[in-house]
């Protein structure tokens, strides 16, 4: 018998759109890529502009090395990337970016227009793409140096995740909270973030400021007031951590997810969180939320960075004894505050 085949192979740009929706799946996901982007070309400034949540327009702005004339005909295609040269390169990798993915899974669903200068050129080029492919040839443009990335209409093709999205302001604060958390870990680097058509900023950074003082812009003084430092080397373990979390004094009913970062990846960590929250739970009365900042080191060939952009949970080796340790660090810090509390507090 002669049937027709059923099973046919989708078309190439139907491939690329379903990918691209995969994992860019809010506007928040785009910005995320853009800011590590604009972070791995050494910025040490980030300006964000988002209009209607992200949907109409996400520009961000920096001042990094720029992207070579020659560079812009590929920059959105899939896979292209200057970070990563083999796999085993990934275990040592420094770099948020080695995938090529992000500007191609933007420029699929999304008009992307890039501005961008290098030092040596005496102008900046701008140019546009649309489904991977740069439109039209790069033009001269005034620009300082660094990249400024426009993303317009984000999910225009895309009606089903339109209609799905929450509203623009609860968008545009899923964005604010990654722009507030990146800039917490991020020494040296500014950071502002404001919405279209607004003078004041919903956040700003300065890049001389220290990590006390970017808690306090972003998650506000009755935080930054209330801070402890936290740190622990293991050496065996190739650990190193630091970070700053709220001392007994605290007192909050809102819970606030860690800002943890493992290698710098603004991650989210199950066990470690658990871990901490339970020994706070000793400290704390009953309800009473912390605050958690953490920047960890673990060796490189311990965490696994090979997971899917979207997901944040992370895989590390010897993830039990690290735990172990960063709690008991915590308990000994906290206790230690608690002594100087009560003795403040009967003197
Ligand atoms: P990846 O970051 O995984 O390499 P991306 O699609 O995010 O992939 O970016 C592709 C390439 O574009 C990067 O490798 C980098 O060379 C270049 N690039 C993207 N954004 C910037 C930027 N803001 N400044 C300089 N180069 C950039
Ligand atoms: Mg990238």
């Avoid at 590929?74 to 420094?94: A, G, M, N, P, Y």
């Avoid at 944040?312 to 002594?339: C, G, N, P, W, Y």
Wanted: glycine share 6%; with cysteine.
């Amino acid at each position: 018998m002669n049937r027709p085949s059923r099973i046919k192979p989708l078309q190439e740009s139907v491939v690329n759109k379903i990918a691209a929706g995969e994992i860019i799946v809010a506007p928040v996901n785009a910005l995320k890529e853009m800011m590590e982007n604009s972070i791995d070309a050494g910025s040490s400034s980030i300006d964000i502009l988002v209009r209607d949540g992200g949907l109409k327009v996400l520009q961000i702005t920096d001042n990094g090395s720029g992207i070579n004339k020659e560079d812009l005909s590929i920059l959105c295609e899939r896979f292209t990337t200057s970070k990563l040269k083999s796999f085993d390169d990934l275990s040592s990798i420094q770099t948020y970016g080695f995938r090529g993915e992000a500007l191609a899974s933007i420029s699929h669903i999304a008009r992307v227009t890039v501005t961008t200068k290098v030092k040596e050129d005496a102008c900046a080029w701008k140019v546009s793409y649309a489904a991977g492919k740069m439109l039209g040839e790069p033009k001269p443009a005034a620009g300082k140096d660094g990249t400024v990335i426009l993303v317009e209409n984000l999910f225009y093709n895309i009606h089903s995740r339109l209609r799905t999205l929450k509203s623009p302001n609860e968008e545009f604060a899923k964005i604010l909270d990654c722009v507030g958390r990146y800039s917490i870990n991020a020494a040296h680097v500014g950071f502002s973030c404001k919405k279209f058509g607004e003078s004041h900023f919903a956040l700003s950074v300065k890049g001389n400021s220290n990590s006390r003082d970017r808690i306090r812009s972003v998650f506000g003084r009755s935080v930054s007031i209330n801070l402890v430092d936290l740190s622990l080397e293991v050496a065996e373990l190739g650990l190193a951590a630091r970070g700053q979390v709220s001392n007994l004094n605290f007192i909050s009913k809102k819970a606030i997810s860690p800002v943890l970062f493992i290698n710098d990846r603004l991650v989210s960590c199950d066990p470690i969180r658990r871990a901490l929250n339970q020994v706070y739970g000793s400290f704390l009365a009953k309800g009473n939320k912390p605050f958690i900042f953490l920047s960890i080191r673990i060796r490189p060939d311990w965490v696994d960075v090979n997971v899917h952009p979207t997901k944040r949970e992370v895989r590390f080796l010897r993830d039990e004894e690290i735990v172990e340790r960063l709690a008991s660090q915590l308990e000994d810090t906290l206790s230690k505050v608690d002594t100087t509390r009560s003795f403040k507090t009967t003197s």
